[in-house]
């Protein structure tokens, strides 16, 4: 087995009262956030915490609940697992990384606006609670098999922003997969039509 060491508090910026902490200040890009700091647990990580910071890797604790706007956006991540405690991760997150495996958490309910655009994510699984997948989710991903394990509500238009030809080379999976597929393709033809329109007006 392997043992991580967590990285030492010390390089945290961390408000108490919130139980978030709100910025790294530390060199080292592989990054394990401690599960509690000072004798608080960390429930949150908060806007733009580790914007930018170069990081190539993070483990998160398992006490964790929020991740907050563009908290690890700009980095060289690969691997994400998302703790099955965090119940709400916000706006580009984990946007302009390197991605390529994703493990999300069972209690995430919605998949926020450009959480994970612009990665490197072939394969994805959704979660049965997920309900609700926002615009550009997962845009700029060279997407080619998605699993959803149960069915969302509402998938925005540009959730994936993929083309027909695109998701011609995309395999839809789960217990809902032909209604899925349908509705994908839907949108497919509706994002081709979006891009004639832009590049007529550029």
Do not use: C
């Not at 604790?61 to 998302?82: E, H, M, Q």
Request: cysteine-free.
């Amino acid at each position: 087995m392997i043992h991580f060491k967590t990285t030492d508090a010390k390089y945290f910026r961390f408000d108490e009262f919130r139980r978030e902490i709100t910025g790294y200040e530390g060199e080292e890009t592989n990054v394990v956030i401690p599960a509690e700091i000072d004798g608080v647990e960390v429930v949150s990580i908060g806007p733009d915490a580790f914007w930018n910071k170069g990081l190539t890797s993070v483990i998160l604790p398992p006490t964790l609940s929020v991740i907050g706007f563009y908290a690890f956006a700009f980095n060289k991540l690969t691997d994400i697992r998302i703790p099955s405690s965090v119940a709400l991760i916000e706006d580009g997150a984990f946007m302009y990384n390197q991605l390529e495996t994703l493990r999300l958490g069972e209690d995430i309910f919605t998949i926020s606006r450009s959480v994970f655009q612009h990665n490197r994510l072939s394969k994805l699984v959704l979660p049965e609670n997920t309900q609700e997948i926002q615009s550009e989710a997962f845009s700029d991903n060279p997407i080619t098999e998605m699993t959803f394990e149960g069915m969302p509500t509402f998938i925005h238009r540009h959730a994936f922003n993929l083309g027909e030809a695109e998701m011609s080379a995309v395999t839809v999976k789960g217990p809902h997969s032909k209604s899925l597929q349908a509705l994908l393709d839907h949108h497919a033809d509706y994002v081709d039509a979006y891009r004639v329109l832009r590049d007529r007006h550029q």
